[in-house]
């Protein structure tokens, strides 16, 4: 079992910046890759951004130069920085970690906001 926790989402004005942090704990060890997911309102969920154990990074391509997806081994987080926020930006962002065993698990989600 792996536990994500999300944190560092919230309110902010179009043009700014926020960097989302997910925490894994559990059986970390069996955990491949992490990325970012997100949903807006009516809307399905999207991938945002992945990155392997060993660094490998992808993106959606509609966000390449804004968002940059970066990982701490050692502390078992996943980091996802996003600038020159837009109100189309605004979503719950969810954190996703898939085990060598292609398990997914997901985190509780976190509100980012943007507004005009």
């Known amino acids: 079992q792996v536990r994500l926790v999300e944190s560092g989402g919230g309110l902010v004005q179009a043009g700014g910046s926020l960097r989302l942090s997910c925490a894994a704990s559990g059986n970390i060890h069996s955990v491949n890759a992490m990325g970012w997911y997100r949903q807006a309102p009516g809307k399905q969920r999207d991938v945002v951004a992945t990155i392997t154990r060993g660094g490998t990074t992808n993106y959606a391509d509609s966000l390449k130069g804004r968002f940059t997806i970066s990982r701490d081994n050692a502390k078992n987080t996943v980091y996802l920085e996003m600038n020159s926020l837009k109100s189309e930006d605004t979503a719950v962002y969810y954190c996703?970690?898939?085990?060598?065993?292609?398990?997914?698990?997901w985190g509780q989600g976190t509100q980012v906001t943007v507004s005009l």
């Open positions: 996703n970690a898939e085990t060598y065993w292609n398990r997914e698990y």
